[in-house]
């Protein structure tokens, strides 16, 4: 099943132009680059929805951390387990 996983924003090293642009986004302290063309007004500490490496949406925190724990708790998170 593919899921959309919500994760922080902690920087955008990568700015091409007003569309392109890539961040480094925490899911629970496993950090990866994620595109952020499909949400352009993502920023700097935004909760943004991650699918495939491409941020399709922001959420507010409360949601991103509920959503977080409960992929969590099921087991559906081993794809960002280290090593």
């Known amino acids: 099943m593919?899921?959309?996983i919500p994760g922080k924003?902690?920087?955008i090293p990568v700015v091409?132009?007003?569309v392109f642009r890539m961040a480094k986004v925490s899911f629970g302290g496993v950090v990866k680059d994620v595109?952020?063309?499909m949400s352009p007004d993502a920023?700097?500490?935004d909760y943004v929805l991650v699918h495939v490496g491409v941020a399709i949406g922001i959420v507010?925190?409360?949601e991103a951390k509920k959503t977080f724990e409960y992929l969590?708790?099921?087991g559906?998170?081993?794809e960002l387990e280290p090593g």
Do not use: N, P, S, V
Request: hydrophobic content about 40%.
């Open 2 to 4: 593919c899921l959309a």
């Open 9 to 11: 924003i902690i920087d």
């Open 16 to 18: 091409m132009d007003e």
């Open 35 to 37: 595109d952020l063309t």
């Open 43 to 45: 920023k700097i500490g």
């Open 60 to 62: 507010d925190e409360e």
């Open 72 to 74: 969590r708790q099921i």
């Open 76 to 78: 559906d998170l081993e």
